[in-house]
């Protein structure tokens, strides 16, 4: 880990003039799981580190009658005991409840969940978020087997890491950001983009904003659940994931969002499977059909293949457990 | 006194940034980064108040490990697991993956489970960090402990203070847990020689003992 | 071996041995009071860590460490691959730094400037026509016997051709390999290493220094595992030496998780392109292998196929494949998991072939083993079936119960030596009743210090509790290092020696005074006694108080008088799993093993080693593997993240059983450390086929493979 200023502010604004406007020069900290090694990688390599941890109000739940506030410093502990966030959201938890790791739910965040960097070995071992090497990304040729199957076409083929922001997008989340000109709301789809150029990150976050709450809508009347195939039942990666939320009409679905994790760069909406669903009384075809068409405009790179197939099933599976009555 | 040598420091920061920083590293070196630092360094420690730029060079943290105010003077950039093995030669933590994987360095801040390797030691100021040293104080072996002795939950033992960590707090919120509970709720722990199947019986049997303690009265917390 | 002093108690007689007894470091590890080499913390100890090479394979053009020995904090800096020097490995170490703490021993590191040329190098073995191209092959010996062409040329012999393979893997020690050395006088020098072989690091630091072997002290009362990487002194051991020569201070100097992953040992390869004969009746005939593998840029490990299974006709090729990665370690069964690997999945093929019952198939074939050892591997098999209730779980290939999940049951079985190694161990028996057993031995985790305990416990009449077990420290008599699961028998038969001379000659001062000659005197219960006559007795306190200021100290040496043990023992190994055939994933149901190693001391220890082998055999046989990359020549997963291990959910329900009794005490004790963990690897692959119909040729087996296989479909 490089030598860094550490800073702690005890308020947003505070903490908003501590950050540089340009990436590189400092980072966010907040639970610290992966900062932390990411320093240690040297993956990152700030000068300075503003710690949230000393903003109170960036922390705790509320509830109102038509969404759910969640502050970015909540712990994934805090979420998982929550009593609205059970009783409304259950997908949530079952979405926090994949961080099969006590130790990472007491220090991690939400926001920093949303905001972890990826997890591509290539970026891990210092050859940047595109993976150059003599001027090309090493990842079309090199092992890929855990990359994107999915907006791949380059320069960036990393997953996007985050186990949250797939069920928070097909909720309709939105997150606020806060910056020297002030807070700005988008919805948490828009939070990520696919970068292009080395120097840009995997999201839209300004370099000197935080991500101050994550904004969940009530969920009426919706059926919510996610599905991660993992290889472990102890802390691992999904190798892909899916959350879906059906608003039903009776038996028919009104209105689906399907969104899948773990399978491009960015947390990836699909809506081919949404109109597969819209429309119509699930069933195990229509939950298989769904599938296929999350994963047609796949296009697996030369050791990923497995993943198309690994989509197909995740979204195939959280769509019937969703209809089933869902997290 | 301690708020008027808070004042002091920050008053030297607020002034200039650069001045208070030579000063640390000047201090950082006198010395020489493990060693415990004066009342006057320690206690200017901010607990409150504006935000303080500290650092890139030693500043003065002061932890609360296992119900003692320990001072040190370190670099930002330590890690209350690296802070406690290299400075405080408490080693009951184990460095293995580093990375916030393994849980070898499991131990617990306000009484809940983390991964010391990737805590900065500035973080933890504020918090009571428990070690498991903590837990076996003049001898006597915490039940988990001697669960894990009984069932043979342990090889070469260096996932293991980890572990026992993880398992005493994973008691703490399921204090009568189910063999599914005890396989969920332990994977943030890895083990090499195969310790599994030995901690799962041990965890068990470590709930009914203290239970049946607790209705005893003998233990507290 | 009747009437020798020294033979173990007959079974009646035994108050301890092969009972569960608790580990006696059993509370020192789980309160974190144990201090490994890593937990060392000396007086002004200096920190040391690494300049790593980023490449697979290149010459050294020039190092500069002018920047790093400038660093205020830097104390010493070692060059380790000088000019000129190749590089075999990513992540080698080139240099080494010491600093007063580990951040500015990091920093410094860092500030160290090597330019490189770049060599050719081969990262991936698998593919044998690109290592043929790359120049990489070398040819080992091939071995024959009988006439396998005519023997597969029999029309009424069946046979079955398929290509199977196991990855590199790493041994991913816990504690990291490394040392914390310490100066004591100019000649003379105190290391703590995580060794397995304390009393033979000395030499090596000696050697290595040019200072007296006898002037070395090495200390490990704790290792954080090993599993056959940890022997060597290595380049990193005598940096440590030099720099905290240089600097007149201690130093530490153990690795980081990522070179540990990347240099610290790796497990050879084995693929194999297998032919395997048999008569319609199962009776097994011929066998043809070409295998090929790797375990680094040196050759290694030819593979002992057919494995336990001395097939009448058969030939076998290998070849060794020199890649660029870290080097060969022995790793807990040195090539004997490859080697089951190759054997049993063609072997489990051709029974479905025949549509055979695996487990008849090998309980048909066991008499192929050598050593007559048929019988035990037929009591073994007969034991696992009842324990795995195969006869209700297992069917043909091919779960063909509705729905995605499909169950399975494989099999396999395994052998190894064990015979104790070479070693020495003195009890020492204070007028105040204290015993002491000292052996320049080391406990890897394996309950090496409770062996000894029970042992001498057991020959003195005493509670475990009374022996003071002193190993892990190369003042104590020299003893055996750890490998080959060679340690139970050395230790308890040096020690069964010494506590039988120390307790004849307690007898000898007793004796006199009880009216009673010495051979008519026997140790039980905490007393001195006359054997049938519990009326002469001294309790243990009054007898040795009887030895006034002379003290009993006696030396046992293995080999030595009597047979206290042997080689030679076997397994059989069942793996239930459950395969979800949308997504591939594995999940084991049960593992089940039927194991012997002769006269078992510890049972609690002995069963512990089952488990954790299988467990340990779950992580090879599902996870592990050391991915490398063929564009950088780096090792992708130099962590715990993507280098994968189970954890405690991912192991399903585990049995064991201890052979134990008529047959098997006699032989004496034999080492166990290696032998479960052998068959995991077999018996997994083959549940995953009988639960899918068709095999996954290589471990490990990831959702990606199982797919892949299905897809293909029909038998591989």
């Known amino acids: 880990m490089e030598r860094f200023e550490y800073a702690n502010p005890t308020s947003r604004k505070e903490a908003i003039s501590l950050l540089a406007a340009e990436w590189g020069q400092t980072e966010v900290l907040a639970g610290g799981t992966d900062l932390v090694s990411c320093m240690k990688d040297f993956a990152c390599t700030p000068k300075r580190v503003v710690s949230l941890k000393r903003i109170s109000d960036l922390r705790g739940i509320r509830s109102s009658g038509k969404e759910l506030r969640i502050g970015s410093m909540t712990t994934i502990r805090e979420l998982l005991e929550d009593q609205h966030v059970k009783q409304g959201y259950p997908a949530l938890i079952q979405s926090a409840e994949y961080i099969r790791s006590e130790q990472l739910r007491n220090m991690g965040t939400i926001g920093g969940e949303l905001l972890q960097r990826p997890r591509c070995w290539y970026f891990r071992l210092g050859y940047g978020l595109l993976a150059q090497y003599n001027g090309k990304s090493l990842v079309p040729d090199g092992d890929n087997r855990y990359h994107a199957i999915l907006g791949n076409s380059g320069p960036a083929y990393f997953v996007s890491p985050s186990m949250m922001a797939p069920i928070l997008i097909a909720m309709g989340a939105q997150v606020r950001l806060e910056g020297p000109g002030g807070a700005r709301e988008i ?73 899948l994790g773990h399978v491009a760069p960015v947390p990836w909406p699909s809506p081919e499977a949404e109109q597969t669903l819209e429309g119509k009384t699930v069933s195990e075809d229509v939950a298989e059909a769904a599938g296929k068409a999350a994963v047609s405009k796949a296009t697996p790179l030369s050791m990923n293949g497995y993943k198309v197939q690994l989509a197909r099933v995740a979204v195939k599976r959280a769509i019937m457990q969703a209809a089933q009555g869902g997290a | ?77 330590v890690t209350l697991l690296d802070a406690l093995r290299d400075r405080l030669d408490l080693t009951g933590a184990k460095k293995v993956c580093d990375r916030a994987t393994c849980g070898a360095c499991t131990m617990l801040m306000d009484d809940r489970p983390v991964y010391g390797c990737t805590v900065l030691a500035i973080e933890a100021q504020g918090h009571e960090v428990t070690t498991i040293e903590h837990f076996s104080k003049g001898g ?74 607790a209705e005893g009265g003998l233990i507290h917390g | 071996m009747a009437n020798c002093k020294y033979e173990w108690p007959a079974a009646g007689d035994r108050r301890l041995i092969g009972k569960s007894i608790s580990r006696i470091d059993g509370p020192a590890k789980s309160s974190g009071r144990a201090k490994y080499s890593l937990d060392i913390n000396l007086p002004g100890m200096l920190f040391a860590k690494s300049v790593n090479c980023p490449y697979a394979h290149v ?78 092959t070398r040819q080992a010996a091939e071995l024959k016997v009988g006439d396998p062409d005519k023997a597969f040329s029999d029309p009424d012999v069946v046979t079955h051709e398929g290509h199977y393979g196991i990855p590199v893997i790493t041994h991913c020690c816990l504690e990291p390999h490394g040392h914390v050395t310490e100066w004591m006088g100019p000649q003379s020098l105190r290391t703590f290493s995580s060794t397995q072989g304390v009393s033979a690091m000395p030499a090596q630091f000696a050697e290595a220094l040019n200072i007296p072997a006898n002037n070395v002290q090495t200390i490990c009362r704790y290792i954080g595992g090993g599993f056959g990487s940890k022997f060597q002194m290595d380049a990193w051991g005598l940096a440590s030496a030099q720099m905290a020569k240089d600097a007149g201070k201690p130093v530490k100097y153990l690795l980081e998780r990522a070179e540990e992953l990347e240099t610290a040992g790796c497990r050879p390869s084995g693929f194999a392109r297998v032919k395997v004969g048999a008569k319609k009746d199962g009776t097994l005939v011929a066998w043809e292998s070409d295998c090929w593998g790797t375990g680094g840029p040196t050759p290694s490990g030819v593979l002992p196929i057919p494995y336990v299974l001395d097939i009448p006709n058969r030939i076998r090729r290998h070849t060794f494949i020199l890649a660029n990665i870290g080097p060969a370690r022995a790793w807990r069964a040195p090539n004997h998991p490859q080697a089951a690997l190759l054997t049993m999945t063609p072997i489990d093929d051709l029974a479905a072939k025949l549509n055979m019952d695996p487990l008849q198939l090998l309980m048909k074939n066991a008499d192929l083993a050598s050593e007559g050892r048929g019988k035990v591997y037929r009591e073994e098999l007969q034991k696992v079936a009842e324990m795995s209730e195969w006869s209700k779980y297992w069917h043909p290939r091919g779960d063909k119960t509705p729905g995605h999940i499909k169950r399975g049951l494989g099999v396999s079985i395994h052998t190894w030596g064990g015979r104790g190694h070479a070693g020495n161990c003195l009890v020492t028996i204070q007028p105040d009743g204290s015993v002491t057993a000292e052996l320049g031995s080391q406990d890897l985790g394996t309950g090496t210090r409770t062996v000894i305990a029970i042992v001498a416990a057991e020959t003195l009449g005493l509670p475990v509790e009374a022996i003071r077990v002193k190993i892990g420290d190369s003042h104590y008599p020299f003893d055996g290092p750890s490998g080959g699961s060679t340690t139970v028998g050395g230790v308890s038969a040096s020690t069964r020696r010494a506590a039988v001379d120390a307790r004849d000659q307690l007898f000898a001062a007793v004796a006199p005074g009880l009216g009673v000659p010495a051979d008519q005197l026997e140790a039980v219960d905490g007393k001195i006694q006359a054997k049938g006559d519990a009326s002469k007795s001294l309790t243990w306190k009054q007898a040795c108080r009887k030895l006034g200021v002379k003290t009993v100290q006696a030396h046992g040496k293995n080999p030595g008088q009597c047979m206290l043990g042997s080689s030679g023992v076997g397994g059989a190994m069942v793996a239930d799993v459950s395969v979800d055939t949308e997504t591939g994933l594995v999940k084991i149901n049960r593992m089940a093993v039927a194991q012997d190693c002769g006269l078992i001391i510890d049972m609690k220890t002995a069963e512990s080693q089952c488990y954790g082998a299988m467990i340990m055999g779950i992580c090879y046989s599902l996870f592990e593997e050391k991915i490398m990359d063929n564009i950088t020549g780096r090792m992708l997963n130099p962590n715990m993240e993507f280098y994968k291990l189970a954890g405690i959910g991912d192991i399903g329900e585990l049995k064991v059983h201890m052979m134990t009794g008529p047959g098997y005490d006699e032989r004496g004790v034999i080492g166990l450390g290696e032998p479960p963990v052998i068959s995991p690897g077999a018996a997994i692959s083959n549940a995953v086929a009988n639960a899918i119909g068709v095999r996954v040729p290589t471990l490990p087996v990831t959702p990606e493979k199982v797919l892949a296989a299905l897809a293909k479909g029909g038998m591989a």
Not at chain 2, 12 to 28: H, I, M, V, Y
């Open chain 1, 187 to 259: 919805t948490v789809e828009k939070l990520y983009r696919t970068p292009a150029q080395p120097d840009e990150r995997e999201h839209t976050l300004h370099p000197n904003e935080i991500l101050t709450e994550i904004i969940v809508p009530r969920q009426e009347g919706a059926r919510s659940a996610v599905y991660e195939v993992r290889q472990k039942e102890a802390l691992d990666w999904p190798l892909t994931a899916a959350a879906v939320v059906l608003k039903m009409n009776g038996d028919t679905v009104s209105h689906a969002r399907v969104v």
């Open chain 2, 1 to 77: 006194m301690k708020q008027k040598k808070e004042k002091l420091l920050s008053g030297k920061k607020e002034a200039d940034g650069l001045t208070r920083r030579d000063f640390l590293k000047g201090a950082g070196v006198a010395v020489s980064g493990s060693i415990l630092v004066g009342e006057a360094q320690a206690e200017a420690n901010p607990a409150e108040g504006s935000a303080q730029v500290q650092g890139p060079g030693e500043v003065p943290v002061t932890l609360r490990v296992n119900g003692e105010t320990r001072r040190l003077n370190l670099e930002p950039r």
């Open chain 2, 140 to 213: 006597k072996l915490h039940p988990m402990m001697s669960a894990f002795v009984e069932h043979d939950a342990q090889q070469c033992g260096f996932c293991t203070p980890g572990f026992v960590m993880a398992c005493i707090a994973f008691l703490k919120t399921h204090p009568n847990p189910t063999m599914e509970e005890v396989e969920k709720g332990l994977g943030g722990n890895l083990c090499r020689c195969g310790t599994y199947w030995g901690i799962r019986h041990a965890v068990l049997d470590a709930a009914k003992a203290m239970s049946a303690e």
């Open chain 3, 59 to 136: 010459r050294i053009k020039s190092i500069d460490t002018s920047a790093a020995e400038k660093m205020p904090g830097v104390k010493a800096v070692r060059v380790i691959m000088g000019v000129g020097k190749e590089v075999q490995w990513a992540g080698d170490q080139v240099a080494a730094v010491s600093a007063v703490s580990e951040e500015i021993a990091e920093d410094a590191a860092r500030a160290v400037k090597v330019e490189y040329e770049q060599l050719p190098f081969l990262v991936n073995e698998a593919d044998f026509d690109k290592d043929k191209t790359a120049g990489r």
